[in-house]
T-cell receptor
Framework: NAGVTQTPKFQVLKTGQSMTLQCAQDMNHEYMSWYRQDPGMGLRLIHYSVGAGITDQGEVPNGYNVSRSTTEDFPLRLLSAAPSQTSVYFC???????????FGNGTRLTVT | EDQVTQSPEALRLQEGESSSLNCSYTVSGLRGLFWYRQDPGKGPEFLFTLYSAGEEKEKERLKATLTKKESFLHITAPKPEDSATYLCAVQEGQNFVFGPGTRLSVLP
């Protein structure tokens, strides 16, 4: 009954470092997405995928890469971390077109 | 481009004091309006989906309603455990546009 699992829960990076945020879901959802949440700005879509091998950009994709090699996993890569990428990152998935999103519990990232 | 705003930004209620949260949206062709609850340090948790004006959904002390331009989340006789941030979102194609949320505090 895991749902959407994100790792790590917390991460501190120095400017210029790279890292991968992991997201896995066990609900066989075709659609997966990454959001960032900043105070007063709500959740903003970074990248999304409608199935294995298919990814697309959201509202704020710069500085992030994604890939979708399996239905279950959707990792988010930060290529060269910047302080502006300090945020809480959420992975979410859903089943049908009009279905609600199911969220993980987030990764809190600080870039110094 | 779809826009979603929420008011108030923060709301403090006494236990038992009913109130409403507002979600206003501009969208060309609403496919669905979604309400979520978010507790500190957690991901948003789905509450309701509303699809057409006039529709209402209820769950315990919460009732969501929808008009052509806004949605209300009514909280009746709230308890301290209802304290959370409430988010609304509209569906834009495959994706969602979220409002900034209303932070609700219910004092005992």
């Amino acid at each position: 009954n895991a749902g959407v699992t994100q790792t790590p829960k917390f991460q501190v990076l120095k400017t210029g470092q790279s890292m991968t945020l992991q997201c896995a879901q066990d609900m066989n959802h075709e659609y997966m997405s990454w959001y960032r949440q900043d105070p007063g700005m709500g959740l903003r879509l970074i990248h999304y995928s409608v199935g294995a091998g298919i990814t697309d950009q959201g509202e704020v994709p710069n500085g992030y890469n994604v890939s979708r090699s399996t239905t279950e996993d959707f990792p988010l890569r930060l290529l060269s971390a910047a302080p502006s990428q300090t945020s809480v990152y959420f992975c979410a998935s859903k089943t049908g077109f009009d279905s609600p999103l199911h969220f993980g519990n987030g990764t809190r990232l600080t870039v110094t | 481009e779809d826009q979603v705003t929420q008011s108030p930004e923060a709301l403090r209620l006494q236990e038992g004091e009913s109130s409403s949260l507002n979600c206003s949206y501009t969208v060309s062709g609403l496919r669905g309006l979604f309400w979520y609850r978010q507790d500190p340090g957690k991901g948003p948790e789905f509450l309701f989906t509303l699809y057409s004006a006039g529709e209402e959904k209820e769950k315990e002390r919460l009732k969501a309603t929808l008009t052509k331009k806004e949605s209300f989340l009514h909280i009746t006789a709230p308890k301290p455990e209802d304290s959370a941030t409430y988010l609304c979102a509209v569906q834009e194609g495959q994706n969602f546009v979220f409002g900034p949320g209303t932070r609700l505090s219910v004092l005992p």
